[in-house]
């Protein structure tokens, strides 16, 4: 997975598609994953993630880029803000465990995402004032849901399907993804079932990514257009 951010030829980032698809909140938890799957962060305390504890080989994974000073310097694209959001997930995590919404609300996290927006913005898919997502840019993701269901199985396919379906299908994404690390964290609901706590089985099916080379909006102009 390239350092520079988690994304081939497509034009917009999971965080960007999944802040269209689901707001901050989902935007946050793509950052969670992609910081996980890079070895950044780990499941804490029940409900919480925190910083990874050094291994005995004396490291964490690749090393993060620091939060930028605000406001950064231009020129700044949608592969720096996605960046720029890890990166204050991150710091706020170094801290200590902390559950999702207390990372939705820390100021740090707060200016990322509103930077992740002024790209969403400038790139025609959010309106102004309010910064929702235009009528195009939900019928590209809906369009992209539909191209990109999930998968029955995970074999093959690379962290950044996994950031893809977590930014297309939310919580589904998650339990066919990374269950336990999602649970753990408080990313996905448990569900009772006499008295025991269980996760929801996934409805996903059919074949995901597909070759190698087909991430995201790319591959054969699956999103094309629109911004996408």
């Known amino acids: 997975m390239d350092d520079r951010t988690h994304r081939t030829d497509a034009r917009r980032t999971p965080h960007e598609i999944a802040l269209l698809r689901g707001g901050p909140r989902a935007a946050v938890t793509v950052a969670v994953v992609a910081l996980y799957l890079r070895g950044g962060l780990e499941a804490g305390p029940p ?13 964490t994974g690749r090393p993060l880029p620091p939060l930028p000073p605000f ?32 990372l939705v609300r820390h100021p740090d996290v707060r200016w990322a995402v509103a930077e992740v927006r002024v790209g969403l913005a ?8 309010l910064l929702r997502p ?3 840019a939900r019928r590209r993701v809906r369009a992209l849901r539909e191209q990109r269901p999930l998968p029955a199985v995970r074999r093959g396919l690379t962290p950044d399907d996994t950031l ?3 930014a297309l299908h939310g919580e589904e ?3 066919v993804f990374v269950p336990r690390f999602a649970l753990r964290a408080g990313l996905t609901a448990r569900v009772e079932i006499r008295g025991k ?5 996934s409805r996903g099916s059919g074949t995901y990514g597909g070759p190698t080379g087909s991430h995201y909006c790319g591959g054969g102009g699956g999103c094309g257009g629109g911004g996408f």
Do not use: I, K, Q, Y
């Open 134 to 136: 235009t009528r195009a």
């Open 173 to 175: 994404g998650l339990r």
């Open 164 to 166: 893809l379906a977590v």
């Open 122 to 129: 400038e790139a025609g898919l959010l309106t102004c004032p």
């Open 197 to 201: 706590s269980l996760l929801r089985p």
């Open 47 to 59: 409900g919480t993630v925190r910083a990874s504890r050094p291994t005995e080989a004396g490291g």
């Open 71 to 102: 406001p950064p310097a231009p020129p700044v694209g949608n592969m720096e803000r996605a960046l720029f959001l890890e990166s204050a997930v991150h710091g706020v995590a170094l801290d200590g465990p902390t559950g999702l919404d207390e």
